[in-house]
């Protein structure tokens, strides 16, 4: 019988581990497993390109490709209604399919990222716009093209949520774009933030937060918004702050996958609790379950970078398991992304569980690194060739 | 000796910012005048944790030194003035 190991989630990190996976496992070995992909959607995005379509400075379709093109030979794709999983038996180690097909499994990874739950925020869906899925950065896009200034209030509505540099890299393009319209002069940006910093990790904030002063960008920290209230025009913190608004960008509250909730899992808001070395499941560590991405309660970034390294570790244990050896992998809180602080600007982050990142100065440099990673993704990461 | 609460929030093995940011979604949820605990062993919690109670208008309680470094933060939701 062949081994059947599913991976549910066809974004950056259960692309990865596929595609890592077969390349792992050769000639006898290969024939003997059968490597399926769970996904929804067909199509693939590269999410960290919604933060350059309210700028005008991606279209969304050049952000995103048909998923079956980026898998190597042999590897199965089901989307649409025979991918997307409904439910799932841990104890029989089986899932169910919205076509209401049972699929056995040996091993599993969760690759189910995080979605957006504008419900969390009193308010949110009618008085925030965001970049955090196509249709959103789309519709901020025309309202940026019709804004002629006034109050634009950016920043985050709760952590943890995918990206976290993409609200200070906003709020930065944000600036570069008003200026050249000759709009910065009529428009006040307000940044809020929920701690008391611009950003969680203290060598970034310590990076941006003079950026933030220099541009004229007046920061709120300590503001966890409480209630947006659409028909005032106002957001209102726990802390007793109101600010009024013409345009409002916050992340969305995020959340984990809801049927990693479902299945009993996750925590309650849908993070799935992880061994941050072996990124096996927490309470299934001998149910050969994994989870990966930004479904997990890691503590770090919810980013492509992130899973695309924990989807290595994930597929070269796997492989190491099958072949009788003793798994040599484990993740060790690595991730690497880009804070681009506009200008033409950018710096890099790149860091793990033990050392913290050390932000050189945005320079011309890392903004271009950066510009490579958007144009070269698709050869770059998905095939998992680093 | 442990201050009884309404709301326990046991946020061990979470880092910086994750038990302050367990802490302001817990209390959220809470009345005023209600308490809440949420258990700690990240040491920038002793920093953050008592500036955001201060900035949000509660209280602190107390800070139970435990065990392995541990440390329980006891906080009281008060009314805002308007």
């Not at chain 1, 059968?34 to 700028?55: A, C, N, S």
């Not at chain 1, 709120?220 to 009024?244: A, M, Q, R, W, Y």
Request: proline share 6%.
């Amino acid at each position: 019988m062949h081994t059947q190991v599913a991976i549910i989630g066809g974004g950056v990190g259960g692309t990865v581990t596929a595609n890592r996976l077969i390349k792992s496992l050769h000639g006898e070995r290969r024939q003997t497993v059968d490597i399926t992909i769970y996904e929804t959607k067909r199509m693939h995005t590269y999410q960290p390109g919604w933060l350059y379509v309210p700028f005008s400075q991606f279209r969304p379709m050049t952000i995103t490709r048909p998923e079956v093109r980026l898998l190597h030979e042999g590897i199965i794709l089901k989307s649409g209604t025979e991918g997307t999983v409904t439910s799932l038996d841990t104890n029989t180690k089986t899932l169910v399919t919205a076509d209401g097909i049972s699929h056995r499994y040996d091993y599993l990874i969760f690759a189910t990222g995080a979605r957006n739950v504008p419900e969390e925020v009193a308010g949110y869906a009618e008085g925030s716009d965001h970049f955090y899925s196509e249709e959103a950065a789309r519709a901020l896009r025309a309202k940026l093209d019709a804004f002629e200034g006034g109050v634009i209030v950016t920043g985050v509505s709760s952590i943890p949520h995918r990206c976290p540099p993409a609200p200070l890299e906003f709020t930065f393009l944000l600036d570069d774009m008003l200026r050249k319209q000759g709009l910065r002069e009529k428009t006040e940006i307000h940044y809020v933030y929920p701690i008391n910093r611009v950003f969680p990790i203290e060598s970034v904030a310590e990076l941006a937060a003079p950026i933030l002063e220099e541009r004229g960008i007046q920061v709120h920290t300590f503001f966890n918004v409480d209630e947006i209230h659409p028909e005032k025009k106002l957001v209102t913190s726990l802390e007793g702050e109101e600010l009024s608004y013409d345009l409002l960008v916050l992340t969305p509250p995020h959340q984990g996958s809801a049927l990693a909730k479902q299945s009993g899992i996750s925590d309650a808001d849908g993070w799935i609790p992880t061994d941050h070395h072996t990124l096996r499941v927490k309470g299934y560590e001998d149910a050969n379950i994994f989870a990966i991405g930004d479904s997990t309660d890691l503590p770090v970034s919810k980013s492509g970078a992130a899973a695309h390294f924990e989807g290595i570790v994930v597929a070269e244990t796997i492989a190491d398991e099958l072949r009788g050896r003793a798994p040599a992998h484990t993740y060790e809180g690595r991730v690497v992304c880009f804070l681009e602080t506009g200008r033409n600007q950018a710096s890099i982050l790149w860091f793990d569980y033990k050392h913290p990142p050390k932000p050189p100065k945005p320079s011309l440099f890392w903004h271009l690194d950066k510009t490579a990673l958007n144009r070269f993704y698709w050869e770059i990461i998905p095939p998992a060739i680093a | 000796m442990t201050l009884p609460v309404d709301r326990e929030i046991d946020a061990r093995g979470s880092h910086c910012p994750g038990p302050l940011m367990e802490l302001i979604r817990g209390s959220k949820s809470l009345a005023d005048g209600q308490t809440i605990a949420v258990l700690s062993a990240d040491a920038g919690s002793k920093k953050d944790i008592p500036i955001w109670v201060e900035k949000a208008g509660y209280k602190l309680l107390a800070v139970e030194e435990q065990e392995n470094g541990v440390a329980r933060f006891v906080v009281q939701k008060v009314a805002r003035k308007s």
